[in-house]
C-alpha cells in the first residue's frame, strides 16, 4: 500500500485565489510527522510547513496552512491568496518515528500546481 | 539563511564509470541524506548517515553507491560503474537532530546525473 497518495493530476487557480492540495497517509506507527516541499521548475527542493501526529493544532506558516485529520488521515496543503510564483510541483512527504526522529522521509507522488494570471 | 550545497549542478558521464556528488551540509546539522529523483517520478530515499556511520538505507542503496563524509564538511555519495538507470537527480538533505521530530530535512539544488 501507498504510504503517501496525492491523486490530484494537477491543479489550478486563478491568482489572488486560495487552494487546497490533497494528501492521504497511510501508517501504523503513533507518532510521525508530515511535510510539504515545493519543487519550482528549476528542481530545488523547499520546505515549507510541518504537521507532527501529536500536534493539537493544524501547523501554520505565512500563506501555507495544514488540514491535518488524524481521523481521516489526511493532511491537504492550504495556500491562500496564491501568487504566479506559487506555480511548481508540491509533495507530501511522511516521516515515521520507529526508526528515530530523524528517520527518512517517504514522499508522494506530488502534484503540479499552475497559478493563472 | 544557511543551506545545503551540491556540486555539481550536472554532472554527464559515460556508462561504466564511477562518478562522486558532492554535498556540504548545514554546519550545526548532525543528520544527513541523499535522495534520487528519476525524472518525472517522485523521490526516493537511498541512505541516512549520522555520526560517521550509516543510520538507514534503502533497497536502492546497494553495493554500487557508498557514502563518506571525508572531512568536517563534505558528504559524498560515490556511484560505482554506473548505469543508464542511474540517471537521476540526486538531493543532499541535512537536519538537526530530533527533537520530539520536528525537524525537517533541508534540501540542496540536487546534482541532475546523466549517464550516456
Known amino acids: 500500500a501507498q504510504k503517501i497518495t496525492q491523486t490530484q493530476p494537477g491543479m489550478f487557480v486563478q491568482e489572488k485565489e486560495a487552494v487546497t492540495l490533497d494528501c492521504t497517509y497511510d501508517t501504523s506507527d503513533p507518532s510521525y510527522g508530515l511535510f510539504w516541499y515545493k519543487q519550482p521548475s528549476s528542481g530545488e527542493m523547499i520546505f515549507l510547513i510541518y504537521?507532527?501526529?501529536?500536534?493539537?493544532q493544524n501547523a501554520t506558516e505565512g500563506r501555507y496552512s495544514l488540514n491535518f485529520q488524524k481521523a481521516r488521515k489526511s493532511a491537504n496543503l492550504v495556500i491562500s491568496a496564491s501568487q504566479l510564483g506559487d506555480s511548481a510541483m508540491y509533495f507530501c512527504a511522511m516521516r515515521e518515528d520507529n526508526t528515530g526522529a530523524n528517520s527518512k522521509l517517504t514522499f508522494g507522488k506530488g502534484i503540479t500546481l499552475s497559478v493563472r494570471p | 539563511e544557511p543551506e545545503v550545497t551540491q556540486t555539481p549542478s550536472h554532472q554527464v558521464t559515460q556508462m561504466g564509470q564511477e562518478v562522486i556528488l558532492r554535498c556540504v551540509p548545514i554546519?550545526?546539522?548532525?543528520?544527513f541524506y541523499w535522495y534520487r529523483q528519476i525524472l518525472g517520478q517522485k523521490v526516493e530515499f537511498l541512505v541516512s548517515?549520522?555520526?560517521?556511520?550509516?543510520?538507514?538505507k534503502s533497497e536502492i542503496f546497494d553495493d554500487q553507491f557508498s557514502v563518506e563524509r571525508p572531512d568536517g564538511s563534505n558528504f559524498t555519495l560515490k556511484i560505482r560503474s554506473t548505469k543508464l538507470e542511474d540517471s537521476a537527480m540526486y538531493f543532499c538533505?541535512?537536519?538537526?537532530?530530533?527533537?520530539?521530530?520536528?525537524?525537517?530535512?533541508?534540501f540542496g539544488d540536487g546534482t541532475r546525473l546523466s549517464i550516456l
Open positions: 538533505a541535512s537536519s538537526e537532530v530530533g527533537q520530539g521530530g520536528n525537524q525537517p530535512q533541508h
Open positions: 504537521q507532527g501526529s501529536y500536534d493539537q
Open positions: 548517515f549520522y555520526n560517521n556511520e550509516i543510520s538507514e
Open positions: 554546519s550545526n546539522h548532525l543528520y
